[in-house]
């Protein structure tokens, strides 16, 4: 076959219907492309998405497994002494780590426990407060020493004791207050420290 012939053969003789032709080939060739595209980004995007629910879960369990919990509870109850008028207010917090990571009171800024009359009226709620009494928790039998810091290592409950005289009958308002932070004390600086507060009331005769 000569050059001639062959060249003929190649060119289609129907130019409208070649055209129509590679159009649809064209076409075809172009929604297998959208298609290709389209499943490559659903996959991105549902690869990303679960890339991202993973990490989510993994930071959520990891807040849960890292939590601090204090539970803290104040008593209250009046105490006679024998061949004695005086008013006595036996003070217990009750304080137990239900997280699960150690946790340490801080006790050194202000005493930790102050109390306070309360003043009513013909009728409702507290109008007023009397004069602030602070009382700290010693180390017994040295009265010359405050419990400073404790460490409370998880599900340890620690019950503290304290006791004040009072001048007055009456309702007080107990309230605890002590710094809190999840960390060692040779790490308190770097460490978050929050209050926290537990508070009660007692009746003294």
């Not at 959520?60 to 207010?89: F, M, P, S």
Request: glycine share 6%; charged share 20%; aromatic share 8%.
């Amino acid at each position: 076959m000569n050059l001639r012939g062959l060249v003929n053969r190649l060119t289609p003789k129907d130019p409208d219907r070649f055209q129509k032709t590679t159009a649809g080939f064209q076409s075809l060739t172009l929604a297998i492309g959208l298609v290709v595209a389209g499943v490559y980004t659903g996959t991105t995007f549902w690869a990303l998405g679960l890339r991202e629910r993973a990490r989510a879960e993994l930071e959520d369990l990891n807040r849960r497994l890292q939590h601090t919990v204090l539970d803290l509870r104040v008593e209250g109850k009046q105490e006679t002494a024998a061949n004695e008028n005086a008013k006595y207010l036996h003070i217990i917090v009750h304080a137990e780590n239900k997280g699960n990571k150690a946790i340490v009171l801080d006790l050194t800024p202000t005493p930790p426990l102050t109390v306070a009359r309360l003043a009513f009226g013909d009728e409702g709620g507290p109008q007023a407060f009397g004069p602030p009494i602070h009382a700290s928790f010693f180390i017994a039998p040295q009265l010359d020493r405050t419990i400073q810091h404790q460490v409370i290592q998880p599900t340890e409950t620690y019950e503290y004791n304290a006791i004040v005289r009072l001048r007055e009958a009456g309702v007080y308002l107990i309230v605890f207050d002590a710094l809190v932070t999840s960390r060692g004390r040779e790490e308190q600086a770097d460490a978050p420290i929050s209050h926290w507060v537990a508070s009660t009331y007692a009746v003294v005769r």
